[in-house]
């Protein structure tokens, strides 16, 4: 079984910075991509980043692209989610998700994400 804990949301003014974590325990997350979603309150869940088993290859949605940096350090089973230049429409809880397919690609589908933590608040003022 895996354990996701993500940390680093809070409270920022538009165009502020934040870095979310998410730390994995229970099984290594090195085999594996992992995905960063959020979902604001009335909406679905949305995708927001991806990366590949090795960090070699990432995914962004367009809505995110050139602010958020997706990272991992497979020697801290901890993946990264970096942003910066955040908006008030990024408000929502951000979520990190494991794929449960070993060495597969990067997806945007929610039900091929096995894993989920519990997610971190992140609030952005205007």
């Not at 910066?84 to 809880?93: F, G």
């Not at 794929?99 to 997806?107: K, L, N, Q, R």
Request: aromatic residues 12%; glycine residues 14%; contains cysteine.
């Amino acid at each position: 079984q895996v354990q996701l804990v993500e940390s680093g949301g809070g409270l920022v003014q538009a165009g502020g910075s934040l870095r979310l974590s998410c730390a994995a325990s229970g099984r290594t997350l090195s085999r594996y991509p992992m995905g960063w979603f959020r979902q604001a309150p009335g909406k679905e869940r949305e995708f927001v980043a991806g990366i590949s088993w090795s960090g070699g290859m990432t995914y962004y949605a367009d809505s995110v692209k050139g602010r958020f940096t997706i990272s991992r350090d497979n020697a801290k089973n901890t993946v990264y989610l970096q942003m910066n230049r955040l908006k008030p429409e990024d408000t929502a809880v951000y979520l990190c998700a494991a794929d449960g397919e070993a060495w597969g690609g990067i997806t945007t589908r929610r039900d091929e994400y096995d894993y989920w933590g519990q997610g971190t608040q992140v609030t952005v003022s205007s």
